[in-house]
């Protein structure tokens, strides 16, 4: 016997690089359907390079080298730098220059917050850590806009397409990003418990003196930061670095050890009389920052819905290469059952993020019926999507089998990585509450919602929206997770019924809403035709 056939390697999935990420029906038909088909020729170039094997290993390599915190100098000086990989700065300097950030706030053309939905979702699958900052920088415009000064000075900076990393004074710089700094360790979500102090300076400035147990991305060149001042709490910018060039007195004292999200920074930070600038109505902080928390949960979406479309590509080239008993695992039974019912998961994911994405152009562009629709539609999607993206993870894994179970699959950092956005601006807790104040509230945002759901014209859409609306007339707190949980299945159906194929939506239906399920993926209801919804789901 020749010795080194025993390392032959067969049965074994090519690597899964050299494809278009953007090659995803459910997304490109969305991208047109939102208004947004003219920046198709953009995020099919984005996609080619995230399916490279270069962009693939910038992904690798910035997990495996995450950011080290230089709180000293070689001579002692305090100098509060974080350190990053290469690769670090080859993702970011993509994401920005594609304009995944702030770009769409300078942008007149309908359909951009779209488009860069779009981008973002297909380079989040390269790395999802790299986008916070991306996101943070995109939700802050939002915010700024209640001081039109600081608007002014700071939006095209935001929004400019040039990265440039490094502390020095912004006005010096070619493109900044912005992070958020609200929770504390006595309050967690309950912002209004922080105790970070705000003195006024006399010449328009505060004094910033605090501690903040959770820090996003502490290397950008500003940040959104709550604090109690005079008047009540409030909203601040806080630049790391002064005009004149001194570092502001903001002391990053360590970096968290998360359980996914390692390539990005995550600090404790305090302040020590930092300046800062008032962003809105002194006391109207929550309400100030609010608008930032309600772009970022769009992104906790598009970034679930972007690891459920990664899960599923990965579990899809593994089972169409993979042979076990005479036969690729594609074709047997079982495994096709699971990847559709993952399909059917993936596809419901991707059209509600473009379908919030297009709402939420809309309604920056003015319109109030669309802005009602994403107060009610974002709050349970925020919840739902969230939710379902480490379960989605944690089968499209399994299909690997052990393959899956180790780190070059990637399967095991987009599992240490899905729980993130269900904990990201609100938990399910949160979330879901925040919806119920909606409902009780805005009557008005319901009406729009449920006018939504109803578009799809389909019995079973109608009757399970019927199902919604009882649940709703009784409905208390501790009833918010199952009203967030069946408004946003109903809201998928009916988008689904609508602009999926009819074996798509036939599917969703009957699972999802006719109650023939099981509680794990691969559950489907018997006769279902599988083949078309693989084939729509399967990688180009």
Known sequence: MNRDATHDVTNQPPPLTGHDVSADQALLEGLAREGADWATGELRRLGLLAGSEKAQEWGRLANEYPPVLRTHDRYGNRIDEVEFHPAWHELMSVAVGNGLHASPWTSARPGAHVARAAKFFVWSQVEAGHGCPISMTYAAVAALRHSPSLRAEWEPLLASRTYDFGLR??????????????????????????????????????ALTGHKWFNSAPMCDAFLVLAQAPRGLSCFLLPRVLPDGTRNAMRLMRLKDKLGNRSNAS?????????????????????TIIEMVNMTRLDCVIGSAAGMRQGLTQALHHARHRSAFGRPLADQPLMRAVLADLALESEAATTLMTRLAGATDRAVAGDAAEGLFRRAALASAKYWICKRAPVHAAEALECLGGNGYVEESQLPRLFRESPLNGIWEGSGNVA????????????????????EVARAGDRRVDDAAERVLKTLASAGEADARRVAEEMTLVLQASLLVRHAPAPVADAFCASRLGGDWGRAFGTLPPGLDLEPILDRAAPA
Do not use: H, I
């Open 267 to 287: 600090a404790e930070v305090e302040y020590d009389g930092a300046t800062a600038f008032l962003v809105g109505e002194e006391g109207r902080g929550v309400r």
């Open 432 to 451: 879901a509450l925040d919806l119920m104040r909606v409902l009780a509230r805005e009557p008005e945002a319901v009406e729009a919602f449920f006018a």
């Open 169 to 206: 004074p912004p006005l010096e710089k070619r493109g900044v990003l912005a992070g958020m700094a609200m929770t504390e360790k006595q309050g967690g979500s309950d912002v209004r418990a922080g105790t970070t102090r705000a003195e006024p300076l006399g010449d328009g400035s505060f």
